[in-house]
C-alpha cells in the first residue's frame, strides 16, 4: 500500500468542465493532480484523438454537423472521419446515451458547446508545456480503447500510441506515464511484442467475461506483464450480511499479495455508493482503510486534499 496514492484525474478534471476538453486537462492540472487520463482512438486518417468512446454522439453536436454519416447502429464513429471534419465538431458535457439529457445534470451547462476535440499531440504538449511553466511534473494515464476492433478496420493504435508516447519523451520505465488497457491479450502484446518499457495497468470491470482474470491463477498472470489492477471501486470491498462493516474484498488481497498495485475507479462526488454520504467519506475509506495506490476521481481537488489531510494525520 502506498503511503500517498496518487490521484488520476479522469478524463481531466470531468466532474468541472466537459470530459477530455484540453479545458478540462488544464483544470486538473490546476487542482494539482498527479496524472491526467486520455482515452485514446484514432481516426479514418490514422490519427490519434482523446475520446472516451468509440462513438461521437453523446458528447458531440456530431448528428446536427454531420447528417447521415451515421452507421447502422445510429452512431457516428471518429474513425469514419477525418481529423480536419472532427476539428468542426463542438464537445459538450455528456449526454444520457440516446438523449439530450445531461449524465449529470448539476456539471457544466451540456447546452454550453463551447470546446473541442484534442488530438493526442496538443494534449501531450499541452502537459509538457505546464510541467515547463509550472515547474511539476504530471504525468499521464493513456488508455488504449478497443484495439481489436481499431486493429479490423486496419489501424494498430497501440502501435500508434506508442511510437507518439516514445516521440514525446515516454519511453522508459521511469516515465511518468501508465498505459491501460481492458484487453488483457492485448496489453500482453503491447509489453512482449511490441517492447514496452512503460508501467502497465490492466483494467478490469464487474462483468462476468473478467472472472477468470481475477482468479489467483489469472491475477498471477497479469503479474507477469503489468504493474497494477484497474478495477471498480466496488470490487475492492466486501460486506456481510445487514449493515456489516464494509472490508478489503478477496480480490484486494491477493492483488496486494502478490505485488500488484491497485488503481480504482472512479470516484464522483454526483454518482455516491450506499455504503458512504460524501465523497470524502469514500475516498478516506479507500484510502485509509482499503488501502489503494491510486485512484481515478472526477473531482481531483477533493482526493489531493483527503489524500494529503489523511498523509498529514499519520
Known amino acids: 500500500m502506498s503511503d500517498s496514492p496518487i490521484v488520476i484525474a ?10 477530455h476538453t484540453l479545458e478540462a486537462k488544464a483544470l486538473a ?16 486518417d490514422a490519427k490519434l484523438v482523446v475520446l472516451h468512446d468509440l462513438h461521437l454522439d453523446d458528447v ?35 449526454r444520457r446515451a440516446g438523449t439530450r439529457l445531461p449524465r449529470f445534470p448539476t456539471r457544466f ?36 480503447k478497443h484495439p481489436q476492433w481499431h486493429r479490423a478496420a486496419g489501424i494498430d493504435v497501440s502501435r500508434l500510441l506508442l511510437d507518439t508516447l516514445a516521440a514525446h519523451g515516454y519511453r522508459d520505465p521511469d516515465a511518468a ?72 474484498s478477496e480480490l484486494a488481497n491477493e492483488a496486494r499479495r502478490i505485488g500488484l498495485g491497485l488503481h480504482p475507479y472512479t470516484f464522483r462526488r454526483d454518482d ?5 454520504t460524501s465523497l470524502d467519506e469514500l475516498l478516506t475509506l479507500f484510502i485509509a482503510e482499503i488501502g489503494v495506490d491510486g485512484l481515478f476521481c472526477d473531482q481531483p481537488d477533493v482526493a489531493v486534499r483527503v489524500r494529503d489531510r489523511l498523509k498529514r494525520e499519520r
Open 10 to 19: 479522469h478524463r481531466g478534471a470531468s466532474g468541472y468542465l466537459p470530459e
Open 29 to 44: 492540472y490546476g487542482l494539482r493532480a498527479d496524472y491526467l487520463e486520455q482515452d485514446v482512438v484514432a481516426t479514418r
Open 60 to 94: 458531440t453536436d456530431v448528428a446536427e454537423r454531420f447528417p447521415g454519416r451515421h452507421r447502422e447502429d445510429g452512431r457516428h464513429y471518429a474513425l469514419d472521419f477525418d481529423l480536419i471534419e472532427l476539428r468542426q465538431l463542438a464537445v459538450s458535457e455528456r
Open 109 to 144: 451547462p451540456a447546452e454550453t458547446a463551447i470546446f473541442r476535440i484534442a488530438t493526442l499531440e496538443e494534449e501531450l504538449a499541452l502537459i509538457a508545456g505546464l510541467n515547463r511553466s509550472m515547474r511539476r511534473t504530471v504525468g499521464i494515464y493513456p488508455e488504449i
Open 177 to 248: 506515464v501508465y498505459v491501460q488497457c481492458f484487453d488483457a491479450t492485448e496489453l500482453r502484446r503491447v509489453r512482449e511484442e511490441l517492447g514496452c518499457n512503460l508501467k502497465l495497468v490492466q483494467l478490469v470491470g464487474v462483468e462476468p467475461e473478467y472472472a477468470p482474470l481475477l482468479s489467483s491463477a489469472g491475477l498471477a498472470a497479469i503479474a507477469h506483464y503489468a504493474d497494477a489492477l484497474g478495477p471498480s471501486y466496488a470490487q475492492l470491498v466486501t460486506r456481510g450480511n445487514g449493515n456489516a462493516k464494509v472490508e478489503r
Open 272 to 276: 455516491l455508493p450506499d455504503f458512504a
